[in-house]
């Protein structure tokens, strides 16, 4: 009988079902990158995260960006994809539609692809992938639900933004931390780490912002679903190679939207899908 298990062992590694298998195994984790004109960043950021102790798979999620972002990327597919594992995923939307929806059709990608910790990443280098690793095991082995890298856990760690827009972002986070009671000092931030359980809880469709109230939702959300939040202290630096795309609508959309946002929550059953 031995025999017959070791032949049958022996065939599935010469045919790379079983590296492809461990490789699966191994890669429980994907970091989700939007994308919209990242092409001086995205190759650098690709291979950083590639290179780290941890093995992380990435998609890199692009709003068919006019400076041919996701034409890199497909580049770089061929010297990361094997036929035993796909590594490097790219999801190409038609056009610019906000950072919100990219992470949702981003999420239900992870969701299907059978993920059990999804990351949020930029790829302007503003989110060290060095941090990555401290998100995720925040997750995987000290129990938190949703890991944030927070700018203001500990004073204000922001690097080489003018005055004015350090003190927006931080005003703008306890703005969000009284209106709505989120239990968090960095509710803005856009570097976090989901165990899958709470995307598959929350009901994805209901998230109803674009821009970037979707980090607060979506934090919002998974501390009414009684998840555990955490907070890592990071660094956060303004990116120097490519565009901001931060527009004061944006932050129109947050100012109002979160006290709408709560008051309807005051109405809600928050019950798992
Ligand atoms: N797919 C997609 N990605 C987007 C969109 N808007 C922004 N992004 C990406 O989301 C990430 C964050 O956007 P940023 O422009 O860096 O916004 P920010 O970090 O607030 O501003 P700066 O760092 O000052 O540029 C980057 O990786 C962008 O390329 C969008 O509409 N669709
Ligand atoms: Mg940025």
Redesign the pocket.
Known sequence: MWIVWKTLLLSFVMLGILPGLTKRLLNNAIVI??????KE?ITMIIETVFSLPKDFDILV???N?PDGTAAVVRDLQQSYNTDAATRLHVLQ?PG????G??YIQGFKFALEAGYDYVLQM???F?HNPKDLIQLYLTCAEWGSDLSIGSRYATGVNVVN?PMG?VLLSFFASKYVQIVTGIPVHDTTA?FVCYRSKVLKTIRLDQVKFVG?AFQIEMKFLTWKYGFKLSEVPIIFT??TR?????SVG?FKEAFLGVIQMTVQSWFKKYIPS
């Open positions: 990158i939007p994308t919209y004109n990242e960043n999620v692009d709003d960006s939307r610019k539609q906000g950072l929806t990219a930029d790829a302007d503003s933004w827009r856009g970037y303004e990116r490519g565009q901001s795309k931060m944006i």
